[in-house]
């Protein structure tokens, strides 16, 4: 080999390192640059930019985000003395504890809901398309659609564990209202209920490119005495992808669980 | 009738299709003069000229029971003889071990078959299908990554797509050794690549021409073409597979 001058060298490194680099990270999607993104000199994401914008001037929520703070063991967990539960509620509450959560639906393999999908530790992915927000979790492999085209909840509907989600914009706040769930939600790990009476708000608002917080009120009067709410902050999770997450394959806890 | 009794009915109607959005009317669908929506109009573009592929869809029929019922005379599926002998086991005991009949997703090409609806997305650098099916969606990059070189296998897959012409063509690789193609239960190989063309006849109806490249299973890659109908004016349905799922006590008796 000729002797090549020092920046040479180093440029013929810098090359070789870029390739190995770029074969690894389209090895698997989990790695994968995502485009368009705002990066500091060093090519990292800046998560500090300011939030972007959809072409309607709104903010745009979507890309990969994950809950940073652990409410999915208890939704509440900010609330001092705890969420204000009526009787029924705080019996049921009760009885959940007591059998460690062993009726809890997401130990079936059923989907999380509203908002359980928002607080698991799990990263989901918003989109913004005609008429719709979506979401896609990758909890349960499940998805949500919230319809932002102006139609009303539905007066009569069928119960379903997502319910159903409308949302609107105040200002720079995404406003998702959401109704119709079934009586057997479970609005955390620990069991706080949900009923077919529960009515969720959720209030999106992007603070900057990579960060972002939910604030959730629960309202629902079977259970709670009152509406309450708790904050969420979400993280943006660049250069990445979910992971597909089929709880049925090759389950064996079901058979396992202790409790009562 | 009168004008008090068609104010009537007409506020009644408007009633009974807010109660649920399974009678909610989609909105800015080309429509008859009558109302009805136009399934013959025809296909609509989106602004980059290409045939628009987002809404409401659904198998029509659908070939999910045995996706040979769309063969032609002296068709045959190509099998390997590992392959022919496990299809004809799943036949005998009856599907009894379904990965569906589990709550697992259908996958990649098997959810195409269902005769429930899903719903196909436009959003830059991917297009996102939802299936009603076993509540599952997937995600089709169209940003121009290449496949992964190493990938997990899923039921899904990895799935790229691009347009050719009017044709926009998916490209699926990195599946799991474990997905049935059809409910007979044609295996699918973790060797498998399928590719997926999607051709929007009118604005009523789409084609998907699906083949199986899957060497390991089949000794030459073979195709079926599943046409779907537009569901207008309808929405999906929450489908959780697992609620009050009574398979597992039941499994052992299906079957031989």
């Not at chain 1, 009726?103 to 059923?110: A, L, N």
């Amino acid at each position: 080999m000729t002797r090549t001058k020092p920046h040479a060298a180093i440029g013929l490194a810098v090359m070789l390192a870029a390739t190995i680099a770029s074969a690894s990270l389209s090895a698997q999607w989990i790695k994968y640059p995502t485009p368009g993104i705002p990066r500091t000199a060093d090519g990292k994401p800046n998560l500090n930019a300011p939030a972007p914008r959809q072409p309607d001037g709104k903010p745009d929520l979507s890309g990969i985000w994950i809950t940073q703070s652990l409410y999915i063991g208890n939704l509440a967990k900010d609330l001092k003395d705890g969420p204000p539960m009526t009787p029924w509620g705080a019996e049921l509450y009760k009885q959940r504890r007591d059998t460690l959560s062993k009726e809890d639906p997401t130990g079936w393999c059923v989907v999380g809901g509203v908002p359980r999908s928002t607080a698991v530790p799990y990263p989901f992915k918003i989109l913004h398309t005609n008429g719709m927000v979506v979401i896609l979790y990758e909890a349960v492999h499940s998805y949500r659609q919230i319809f932002t085209d102006g139609r009303p909840l539905p007066t009569d509907p069928n119960p379903q564990w997502f319910g159903y989600s409308i949302g609107r914009w105040e200002g720079d706040t995404f406003v998702v209202s959401s109704a119709g769930f079934n009586d057997n939600a479970w609005l955390d790990n620990n069991g706080h209920p949900g009923t077919e009476s529960l009515k969720v708000t959720e209030r999106f608002r992007r603070k900057d490119f990579g960060h972002m917080d939910v604030q959730v009120t629960i309202d629902d009067p079977k259970a709670y005495t009152k509406p309450w709410d708790v904050t969420m902050p979400l993280v943006l999770q660049a250069d990445t992808e979910m992971i597909e997450y089929m709880c049925t394959e090759n389950e064996r806890d079901l058979k396992h669980l202790v409790g009562k | 009738m009168s004008r008090l009794m068609l104010v009537t009915l007409a506020l009644a109607m408007s009633a009974a299709v807010s109660a649920q959005w399974l009678n909610y009317p989609t909105a800015g669908i080309p429509r008859t003069a009558d109302g009805k929506p136009n399934l013959n109009a025809p296909v609509p573009r989106t602004p980059d000229g290409k045939p628009q592929l987002a809404g409401l869809w659904r198998p029509n029929p659908g070939l999910v029971g045995d996706v040979t019922r769309s063969f032609k005379n002296g068709e045959v599926v190509p099998f390997q003889p590992w392959a022919d002998t496990l299809y004809k086991q799943r036949r005998a005991t009856n599907s009894k071990d379904d990965p569906t009949a589990n709550c697992i997703v259908g996958g990649t090409p098997r959810s195409d078959f269902v005769g429930y609806p899903f719903k196909i997305l436009q959003v830059p650098g991917m297009v996102v299908i939802l299936y009603e099916a076993v509540h599952a969606y997937r995600q089709v990059f169209t940003d121009g990554r290449p496949f992964p070189t190493d990938p997990q296998p899923t039921w899904f897959g990895y799935s790229v797509g691009r347009w050719d012409g009017d044709v926009f063509v998916v490209e699926t690789t990195g599946l799991n050794d474990k997905g049935w193609i059809d409910n007979a239960g044609k295996p699918s190989t973790d060797k498998a690549r399928i590719t997926e063309r999607f051709v929007r006849k009118d604005f009523g109806n789409m084609d998907i021409q699906v083949t199986i490249d899957d060497p390991k299973a089949y000794t030459k890659p073979w195709s079926v073409t599943q046409p779907l109908a537009y569901q207008p004016d309808t929405e999906l349905l929450e489908y959780i597979c697992n609620e009050n799922n009574k398979y597992f006590d039941l499994v052992h008796d299906f079957g031989k």
